[in-house]
């Protein structure tokens, strides 16, 4: 048997692989609802602030720094709330310091 490797796009790769096309989905999925939150956050914060992976009913932010996470625990009731009233099925949001970061 004669193999050739052959580049392929992200779109291709995720069509043929079911493993890969989830991945993307739920990457999609994170974005789309940090994009619904993004309002609540304050705009000096929004930067230090990332789609994390989705794990069942939980979210997770990846965040900067420390002084950022606290801040974000103070808003995690009202995100919630927002990420409810949009359809999303979100039991808890779990916070993340990027360790790489915040050095």
């Given at each position: 048997m004669i193999r050739r490797n052959h580049p392929v796009t992200l779109l291709q790769a995720s069509q043929d692989s079911p493993t890969l096309g989830r991945l993307l989905e739920l990457n999609r999925?994170?974005?789309?609802?940090?994009?619904s939150i993004e309002s609540l956050i304050p705009p000096a914060l929004r930067g230090s602030v990332k789609a994390g992976p989705i794990d069942g009913?939980?979210?997770c932010l990846l965040l900067d720094n420390?002084?950022?996470?606290?801040?974000?625990?103070q808003l995690l009731p009202?995100?919630?709330?927002r990420l409810l009233s949009a359809g999303w099925?979100?039991?808890?949001?779990?916070l993340k310091v990027n360790a790489s970061?915040?050095?």
């Open positions: 999925d994170s974005v789309a609802r940090l994009q009913a939980v979210w420390n002084a950022a996470a606290a801040k974000m625990r009202m995100l919630q709330s099925a979100v039991e808890s949001i779990r970061a915040s050095r």
